[in-house]
C-alpha cells in the first residue's frame, strides 16, 4: 500500500514492524506474529494487559498466552514487555510458570520497569464498576485494565520497579488504596440499596455484615508482602526495555511491535466509550515500546474475512443469522479470556478503510477465510447509510451517527470447497 520508509539507512531490511488487530480484536495477530518473529530478533508488546488472549499451535501442541509475547516459543529471541502494558503479576507468573513446566525456556523474557501493575484493587473496581453500569455495561474483560489505566494517569499508579523495594511499595500501596476502599465501600452500598430496591432481601443483616467486613483482598500488609515476593520472583526479568529495542534496531534487526486488542477498540479512535483504556493503533507502538516514529518501517494490519466483536458497542454489519452462527461455530468464535461468544458479522470495508488510514498500513493480512465456506452468497459492507438517507464511505466521527448507521452491501459469489489445507 505504501512505500517502506525511506528514511532507513539500509531500506532492504525491515527492523521496525508493528503488527496491529484492523478490526475490534481476535483477528488472529498472535499467529501473524508467531509467523513473522522467526525473521526478528525482539517481539515487543506495547500496550493492553490481560485482557489479551492469543492462541498458538506449535508441533500440534497448543498454547495460550495473554501477556507474554508470542515470540517467547522461540528460545533465541527476546521477549518484552513494554512501558505502555500494564501487568498483572499474579497472571504472568502463572504463565511464567506454565511455560516453564512445558520446558519453554523463559529467561528471554524482559520486563519494563516502567510498565504499570494491575493491582487487586483495579480488578475488584472494574467489576464493581460494571455492575453498577447495569444494561450500561461496557462488557469489559473485568481484568482491571481501566482502572489500571485510570491510575497511571493520575499518577497514583504502582510500577514494575516499585517491587523491588518494599518501602517505596508500602507507600504507594497505601496512598493508592485509600481512594479505592472508598470508591468500593460506596459501590458496596449503592448495589446493596438497589438490590433491595428490587426486594432481592438486601436487608439481611448476616449479608450486610458480611459485605461491611474489610476485604481481605485489600489488605496493606498482605498485598505488599505478596508484591515483595512477585518483585523478587520478576527481578531476573526486569530491564530497560527500550535500550534493548533501540540497540536492535540501531544494528538494523528486526523488532515486531505487537499490538493487542484492535484498531476500533482505540481509547482515542475507536468506538468510544465501547472501547479498552489503551491504544492500540500503530502510533503507539513508539509510546508505549519508547521508540521514535522514524523507527518503525512497515504497519501489518490483521483482519478477519468477516467481522467480530466481544463485548458491547456499535457493530453495524453484525449478524443473527444463520450466517452469523456458522461463523461462530466454524470459526470457534469464543473469547480465549473469558470464554464469551463473539458477536459476528459480514467484513465491513468501510470500517477497514478507516483502520488501514488511521495505522497506515503497509500491509494487510486477512485470517480465517475457511470459515466462510459453504455460506452461500458472501457479503461485504462497502458503505453506510445515515438514518436521514445520506451515503457514507468514511467511518462517521460521531456516535450517534454511527449507532444507526446501515450498512450497504456488495454481493460475492461464496465457495463451497474446503480451503483449510491452501497455502497460497
Ligand atoms: P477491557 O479492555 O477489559 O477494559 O474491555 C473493554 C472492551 O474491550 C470490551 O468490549 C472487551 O470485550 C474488549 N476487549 C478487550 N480486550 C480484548 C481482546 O483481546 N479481544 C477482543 N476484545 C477485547
Known amino acids: 500500500m505504501r512505500r517502506?520508509?525511506?528514511?532507513?539507512?539500509?531500506?532492504?531490511?525491515?527492523?521496525?514492524?508493528?503488527?496491529?488487530?484492523?478490526?475490534?480484536?481476535?483477528?488472529?495477530?498472535?499467529?501473524?506474529?508467531?509467523?513473522?518473529?522467526?525473521?526478528?530478533?525482539?517481539?515487543?508488546?506495547?500496550?493492553?494487559?490481560?485482557?489479551?488472549?492469543?492462541?498458538?499451535?506449535?508441533?500440534?501442541?497448543?498454547?495460550?498466552?495473554?501477556?507474554?509475547?508470542?515470540?517467547?516459543?522461540?528460545?533465541?529471541?527476546?521477549?518484552?514487555?513494554?512501558?505502555?502494558?500494564?501487568?498483572?503479576?499474579?497472571?504472568?507468573?502463572?504463565e511464567i510458570d506454565g511455560l516453564r513446566r512445558r520446558g519453554v525456556d523463559v529467561n528471554n523474557l524482559k520486563i519494563?520497569?516502567?510498565a504499570h501493575l494491575?493491582?487487586?484493587?483495579?480488578?475488584?473496581?472494574?467489576?464493581?464498576?460494571?455492575?453498577?453500569?447495569?444494561?450500561?455495561?461496557?462488557?469489559?474483560?473485568?481484568?482491571?485494565?481501566?482502572?489500571?489505566?485510570?491510575?497511571?494517569?493520575?499518577?497514583?499508579?504502582?510500577?514494575?520497579?516499585?517491587?523491588?523495594?518494599?518501602?517505596?511499595?508500602?507507600?504507594?500501596?497505601?496512598?493508592?488504596?485509600?481512594?479505592?476502599?472508598?470508591?468500593?465501600?460506596?459501590?458496596?452500598?449503592?448495589?446493596?440499596?438497589?438490590r433491595k430496591e428490587a426486594g432481592e432481601g438486601g436487608g439481611a443483616d448476616e449479608q450486610q455484615a458480611v459485605e461491611d467486613a474489610p476485604d481481605p483482598r485489600l489488605d496493606l500488609h498482605t498485598m505488599t508482602e505478596e508484591h515483595v515476593s512477585y518483585g523478587h520472583r520478576l527481578e531476573p526479568h526486569i530491564a530497560d526495555t527500550a535500550k534493548l529495542c533501540w540497540d536492535a534496531l540501531d544494528a538494523d534487526k528486526t523488532v515486531i511491535f505487537e499490538g493487542a486488542q484492535a484498531t476500533l477498540l482505540d481509547?482515542?479512535?475507536?468506538?468510544?466509550?465501547?472501547?479498552?483504556?489503551?491504544?492500540?493503533?500503530a502510533g503507539a507502538a513508539c509510546v508505549g515500546a519508547g521508540i521514535g516514529p522514524t523507527d518503525i518501517n512497515e504497519v501489518w494490519g490483521v483482519a478477519k474475512a468477516y467481522a467480530t466483536r466481544v463485548g458491547a458497542g456499535p457493530f453495524p454489519t453484525e449478524l443473527s443469522d444463520e450466517a452469523g452462527r456458522h461463523m461462530l461455530e466454524k470459526g470457534h468464535e469464543y473469547g480465549t479470556t473469558t470464554g464469551r461468544e463473539r458477536r459476528c458479522g459480514w467484513m465491513d470495508l468501510v470500517a477497514?478503510?478507516?483502520?488501514?488510514?488511521?495505522?497506515?498500513?503497509?500491509?494487510l493480512a486477512i485470517t480465517k477465510l475457511d470459515v466462510l465456506s459453504g455460506v452461500g452468497p458472501l457479503k461485504v459492507a462497502v458503505r453506510y447509510r445515515s438514518r436521514e438517507g445520506a451515503l457514507l464511505d468514511s467511518f462517521p466521527y460521531h456516535q450517534s451517527i454511527l449507532h444507526s448507521a446501515e450498512p450497504e452491501y456488495e454481493e460475492l459469489p461464496g465457495f463451497d470447497a474446503d480451503i483449510t489445507a491452501c497455502r497460497s
Open 118 to 194: 494491575i493491582m487487586p484493587y483495579h480488578v475488584l473496581l472494574d467489576t464493581a464498576g460494571e455492575v453498577k453500569l447495569g444494561k450500561l455495561s461496557l462488557g469489559t474483560t473485568r481484568r482491571g485494565i481501566g482502572p489500571c489505566y485510570a491510575d497511571k494517569a493520575l499518577r497514583l499508579g504502582i510500577r514494575v520497579q516499585d517491587l523491588l523495594d518494599e518501602k517505596i511499595l508500602r507507600t504507594k500501596i497505601r496512598t493508592a488504596l485509600e481512594p479505592k476502599q472508598q470508591a468500593l465501600r460506596e459501590l458496596g452500598v449503592q448495589r446493596r440499596k438497589l
Open 112 to 114: 519494563s520497569a516502567n
Open 4 to 94: 517502506s520508509c525511506p528514511v532507513r539507512h539500509n531500506a532492504s531490511a525491515m527492523p521496525g514492524l508493528v503488527i496491529v488487530g484492523a478490526q475490534w480484536g481476535d483477528e488472529g495477530k498472535g499467529k501473524v506474529t508467531d509467523l513473522l518473529a522467526e525473521r526478528a530478533a525482539a517481539i515487543v508488546r506495547f500496550q493492553g494487559g490481560n485482557n489479551a488472549g492469543h492462541t498458538i499451535v506449535r508441533e500440534g501442541e497448543e498454547f495460550k498466552f495473554h501477556l507474554i509475547p508470542s515470540g517467547i516459543l522461540y528460545p533465541d529471541k527476546t521477549c518484552v514487555i513494554g512501558n505502555g502494558v500494564v501487568l498483572d503479576p499474579r497472571i504472568l507468573l502463572g
Open 267 to 281: 481509547l482515542d479512535h475507536g468506538t468510544y466509550p465501547f472501547v479498552t483504556s489503551s491504544n492500540p493503533i
Open 352 to 363: 477497514l478503510r478507516y483502520a488501514v488510514r488511521l495505522n497506515r498500513l503497509t500491509s
